[in-house]
């Protein structure tokens, strides 16, 4: 005769199953947070997820227009183009990254603390738009102003500020999660170790874990559809939607797997009691809800559910319809693995009785396997993180695959000498190239030498302030040659200086009388350049007049300082092209004297060895001779092969027409790297539209066949 259970273990086990039900919501939404939320990466990879839907287009399109119009409102009646060209620049491949950068600046703003009012904000993006309208409505192109930093996210102070301490709060207790969800396991166990039925508690356990996901299914939706009702326009309310599915939209997924897991359990589990009749249950249901009570406060109660359920229909006739699709679901699913159940364990025979009776002492054991499987289960789905982001598609580097891995130092990049001395730029004398730095980035060019120094602008033409530390009239003369020193002598003369006005840093080649852009403009140019083409890398190599901390404000108002590599660069830790275009940070920033105190400009020469560069003639560049070292130390990792011919005052394409051609300038590339051990990193030419610079540069990478 067997003992009577102990009521303390009747009552017990429920409690005990409902605390982990408790710990498993607890624990996988932090879990959830700490996985996707916490994490700036994939926080981002999940809302460039909402850039694949319409919705989440529109927003952008809708938005980029608001702010072109704010900038301009004469431009109103061209909001429909506008939101359409902005809806195609945010389905392309260069607003990705950018988007992408946002989001993650947003992201550290709110878990870094830096400011109470929380924005989301599209800079760059006019430089797309323009681009996307120059070949259908050039007029209108040319009235767009870059400068537009339209908001698609903006908080008040008060709202900024809770999201803020909420998010310090979230993240200091992480540990949470992981403690939360082993304690929901343990709690599970004891439930059904202490139960005196254990195969029918390891059931409940798996319809409670099912029943828990299901409730947590509907809180998406219901929290979905009460975020999209806090937007006034539809369009906004709709791409709110599109952000919080992109955002939260692994953890309906997880959910809704660990539902169909705690239902399988429990089919399978009740199916060892009796057979399964989904349908009768159904029907059951379906009876309860038709059938008028008699007593009059159950009548009360039904009456105010339906017409709670009417108004639900009517006002959030979108959310119902997504809860009922998901009852469906639920209800086939459970159906389906019944039915299944139902023909692969038919009814117990006869003597079915006495052989549970003998294998007694196995339930036992295989209501504990079927409970920690289950609790393992859970566990691993949580910690599987839901579905994954959408991380950016890098698929070529400079154009190219092959060059993605390959840290820096093992990349060759053609590069453009004095790259501001262009012929179609307004007021250059001496040019070295036929178009400015847009067109050289564009044909290939990833490497830009140029020169900054102080100017005042006049209205017969820019002058060059000349301080203590800039080169004397012997060395310029040495550098530049006697013709084009009198020739800047006689202009400045001609500007009559006599002091005042604003200086400003300008790209010159030694005096900006013969040529000056304004260093903002030119590295505004090499901005836009990189928005509209995300996976491109550059290397830039300043020769400076100017102080590093001025020529790091022209990086910064042009807007290209978001762009530049903050990391380590040197021996062993050069960047690869995929993580530089990963972090957004995809300029590297060298000069040729003084880095003063900004971190991401790096002495040129404690990282380059290079060449000489004062050859006459193409005859000169020939030879081994060509190839000796001149600054830097020889055990450098970056090697500068400065290829051009040199006629001061004015370069000649002719000769470039000769040393740019492929089969010259690969043969000399492949003599100095065999002399010099070292791969020539950067290529610089003159004139770099004559020849086939960037064709010898692909050989130097492997690239293409000889």
């Known amino acids: 005769m067997s003992r009577p259970t102990p009521r303390w273990r009747r009552a017990l086990s429920p409690i005990l199953l409902v605390a982990a039900m408790l710990m498993l919501a607890l624990g996988q939404l932090a879990l959830y947070a700490t996985h996707d939320l916490f994490d700036s990466d994939r926080f981002a990879d999940r809302a460039v997820t909402a850039l694949d839907t319409d919705e989440g287009r529109a927003l952008v399109g809708a938005r980029v227009a608001d702010g072109i119009i704010a900038r301009d409102p004469d431009l109103i009646g061209a909001r429909p183009l506008l939101e359409g060209a902005s809806e195609g620049v945010a389905a392309s491949a260069p607003f990705e990254p950018l988007f992408r950068s946002v989001v993650e600046d947003l992201h550290r703003t709110v878990f870094g603390g830096d400011r109470d009012t929380i924005a989301l904000k599209l800079a760059d993006v006019g430089v797309l738009v323009i681009e996307t309208l120059q070949s259908v409505a050039p007029d209108l192109a040319r009235d767009i102003p870059k400068e537009i930093e339209p908001r698609l996210v903006a908080l008040s102070d008060q709202e900024g500020s809770l999201l803020v301490d909420g998010a310090r709060i979230a993240e200091n207790t992480q540990w949470i999660a992981l403690a939360s969800l082993a304690l929901a396991a343990a709690l599970l166990a004891a439930a059904v170790a202490i139960s005196p039925d254990r195969r029918r508690t390891v059931g409940r356990a798996a319809l409670s874990v099912a029943a828990l996901a299901i409730l947590l299914v509907i809180g998406f939706e219901v929290g979905r559809a009460l975020f999209g009702s806090r937007f006034d326009d539809q369009v906004t309310a709709d791409g709110a939607r599109a952000a919080w599915d992109a955002l939260l939209g692994g953890l309906r997924t997880w959910n809704v797997v660990l539902a169909a897991v705690g239902l399988v359990i429990a089919a399978a589990a ?141 990349v060759a990049f053609a590069a453009t000498h004095n790259s501001m001395s262009a012929a179609d730029q307004e007021g250059w004398l001496f040019a070295a ?220 394409p002719s000769n470039a027409q000769e040393v740019n051609a492929r089969s010259f300038l690969l043969k000399r590339a492949r003599t100095c790297e065999r002399i010099r051990d070292r791969l020539p990193n950067l290529v610089a030419v003159d004139f770099y539209a004559e020849g086939d610079v960037t064709g010898a540069v692909d050989q130097l990478n492997g690239l293409t066949d000889p």
Request: one cysteine or more; aromatic letters at 6%; hydrophobic letters at 40%.
């Open 270 to 410: 009740a199916s060892l009691l009796r057979p399964l009749e989904a349908g009768a249950g159904a029907r059951r249901a379906f009876g309860i809800v038709t059938t008028t009570p008699t007593r009059p406060g159950a009548r009360a109660a039904r009456a105010a559910a339906l017409v709670a359920g009417g108004v639900a229909i009517v006002a959030a006739h979108e959310l119902v319809l997504r809860l009922a699709v998901l009852g469906l679901g639920v209800f086939v699913l459970y159906a389906g693995v019944s039915e299944a159940l139902r023909l692969a364990l038919p009814p117990q025979e006869r003597h079915a009785r006495e052989r549970a009776r003998r294998r007694a002492w196995r339930r036992p054991v295989l209501a504990s396997v079927v409970a920690l499987v289950a609790c393992a289960a859970v566990v691993g789905i949580a910690l599987a993180g839901g579905s994954p982001g959408a991380p950016l598609d890098i698929r070529a580097c400079n154009g190219s695959p092959d060059l993605c891995d390959r840290t820096i130092d093992e």
């Open 433 to 652: 190239h036929e178009r400015a730095i847009p067109s050289q980035l564009e044909a290939g060019f990833r490497g830009l030498l140029i020169d900054t120094h102080y100017g005042v602008e006049t209205d017969e033409g820019v002058y060059t302030l000349l301080g203590q530390d800039s080169k004397s009239r012997d060395k310029l003369v040495d550098a530049v040659g006697a013709e084009f020193v009198e020739t800047a002598e006689r202009l400045r003369e001609r500007i009559g200086y006599s002091g005042g006005g604003d200086p400003e840093v300008y790209l010159c080649h030694a005096y900006c009388e013969v040529g000056a852009t304004k260093a903002e403009t030119a590295l505004g140019w090499t901005r836009d350049f990189l928005v509209q083409n995300p996976y491109e890398v550059l290397l830039v190599s300043i020769e400076d007049d100017a102080d590093a901390e001025d020529a790091a404000q022209a990086f910064e108002d042009s807007g290209l300082l978001d762009y530049v590599w903050r990391g380590e660069v040197g021996p062993g830790s050069f960047p690869t092209p995929r993580e530089m275009i990963e972090a957004g940070r995809r300029v590297i920033v060298m000069v040729e004297d003084d880095p003063g105190d900004v971190p991401w400009m790096h002495a040129q020469f404690d990282l380059v060895q290079e060449t000489p560069f004062e050859f006459g003639s193409p005859a000169e560049l020939a030879p081994p001779k060509s190839c000796e070292p001149n600054r830097g130390a020889t055990d450098n990792p970056l090697f500068l092969l400065n290829h051009w011919v040199d006629t001061s005052p004015a370069p000649r």
